[in-house]
């Protein structure tokens, strides 16, 4: 029976940020995991996906190329566009690697991983004794009950990557982050494309912003139908036929060559014997407080995408699953009292423009009750880079409080991820619309969208009579 300070379950981002930070502070850690190293992130989600939407912006400029007087041909291999793919995962691979973690002064085991008890972990034959568990075990991709999914072939994020011929027609179930940048992606590069959402898409976004978007990917060939009921999935020559429902009794049928689901995550939970170490969980992970530790088992934490925090629910980004990490450490190996920074930290949408947000959306605010928002938007076609660069499409939008608090942004833009940090910071540290108003930034950059959106503030002030009188008397002056 071995002894662990800290045992830690899944090898993901959450995971292995927890390992290298207890590791290298001199803790004795255990690191178990059942799968590859890197988890969800670097296997089949953020690593895979960017690269895919990499080479897609690229054959999207070269078919805008002509514009500019360039001319291209050729077509497209799908065999090497996703050769390029795994060539970016493995480039990547060596910072997760287990031999990474061992040489940091981890122990890393490969298996199963079980609760025998509160404090008690079994992988195989063995049992560690643990002063503190965090359990990391992420993901993976929901399958809806649509009556005859079963009886057809269909694709998740986890198989999407052993595609080597373009599909004919992608039917994409779910206007999701992921659902809509494979759509956009594989739209580029030649496939036609639809996407069926029950609800709205991007539900929880700024509706305006999101129209926006969803303009420019029905430009690059992406079909997106919202409010849809899917009535059921059928066998068809062709690959397979989503049958929808068309009203007043009728059905339409919508005939595909593959099918992707994108409809939501689940938590790697069953396995676990969560049961015998009093963890309580939610249909969305494990139930803890702000500061990730259970509400139920007070040597148990939980970090990353099965986190689901009271008042706040999930956070399902990378960038939230390193937060995590930090939060936990310095809880941990420190006994500090941190908590999760659950209204600043970013979400970020990966399509051409990306879509980036963080804090409250209007309708959040007006949901709590915040009473005199200032609701502040600039156009970025009205920015000079913008213009050099011919994009139509984007808007910055700021939810203040009526002194001037940044409550919550959404950026629609190239580069959106980039600029979304600045207003991140400005919620945290409390930063006043005057001093984003007052910011220098570099010419021309999408980022002067943000001084630009600020300013709108105060130019009612600024351009009232009262102001042009007190000008035109100080003008009087010698």
Known sequence: MAEADLVVIGAGAAGLSVVAGAAQLGARVVLIERAAMGGECLNAGCVPSKALLAVARRVAM?????????????????????????????????NDSAHRYRALGARVIHGEARFSGRDRVVVGDETIIARRIVIA??????????????QVAFLTNETLWSLDAMPRHLIVLG???????????????????????VGRALAREEAELVGGLLLALREDGVAVREGMRLLRV????????????AGEGREERLVGSHLLLATGRVPNLEALGLERADVE?????????????????????????IADIEGVGPQRFTHAASHHAGVILRRVLFRLPATVACETIPRSLYTDPELAAVGLTEAEARARGIADLAILRWPIAETDRAATEGVRHGLIKIIASRRGRVLGASVLAPHAGEMIGLLALAIRRGVSLATLADLVLPYPTYAESIRRAAGNFFAPRLLAPATRRLVRALSRLP
């Open 175 to 197: 206007a999701g982050a992921m659902g809509l940048e494979m759509a956009q992606a594989f739209a580029r590069l030649g496939a036609r494309v639809t996407v069926l959402e």
């Open 62 to 94: 070269a078919r805008q190329a002509a514009r500019f007087g360039i001319r291209t041909e050729g077509g497209i291999d799908l065999a090497a566009v996703m050769a390029e793919v795994r060539r970016a995962v493995a480039e990547i691979a060596p």
């Open 137 to 150: 075990a992420g993901t993976r991709p929901a399958i809806p009950a649509i009556p005859g999914l079963d």
């Open 234 to 245: 059928e066998p068809d020559p062709a690959g397979l036929a989503v049958v929808l429902a």
């Open 281 to 305: 969980t939610t249909p969305q992970g494990i139930r803890v407080d702000r500061g990730l530790r259970s509400v139920s088992n007070r040597r148990v934490f939980a970090a990353g995408d």
